[in-house]
């Protein structure tokens, strides 16, 4: 068992951590109304400025540029997000802290270096 107070310093850790991600993803993506915890990267619309020398094109090449980069950073976040959500639940459940595979303790030196971790070192992948 973890002691009341690390878990509660783990706790404000991970809201803080969680409140960061979904603001990050909020910036480039939507939630999933239908299923929770899915985002969708936005596709960016660029101002086609008139006095630009890049066509129409080139602007659409932009966009699509920077939409696979979105993509790829809303995947990450998304998996982060729900790595913490899934750590708060176990903060609420008092599973928190003991490795998803073995059930042993994981060390604390661990849970400090990432609170979202559910393995311990010899399950850790
Ligand atoms: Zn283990």
């Known amino acids: 068992m ?3 107070n690390l878990l509660q310093e783990f706790k404000i850790s991970l809201e803080k951590e969680r409140s960061l991600l979904t603001a990050e ?9 239908k299923m929770k915890g899915d985002w969708h990267a936005r596709f960016p619309k660029f101002e086609i400025v008139e006095t ?14 920077e939409y696979e980069m979105r993509l790829a950073e809303e995947q990450s976040l998304e998996s982060r ?5 899934k750590a708060l639940e176990r903060i609420s459940n008092g599973t928190y802290g003991s490795c998803k595979t073995c059930g042993k303790a994981i060390a604390i030196d661990r849970l400090r270096a990432n609170p979202a971790a559910e393995h311990d070192m010899a399950h850790s992948v």
């Open 52 to 65: 630009s020398s890049s066509s129409d094109r080139e602007v659409e090449a932009d966009e699509i540029e």
């Open 81 to 85: 997000l729900l790595a913490v959500t």
């Open 2 to 4: 973890i002691e009341q």
């Open 25 to 33: 993803l909020t910036s480039i993506a939507d939630p999933d109304p």
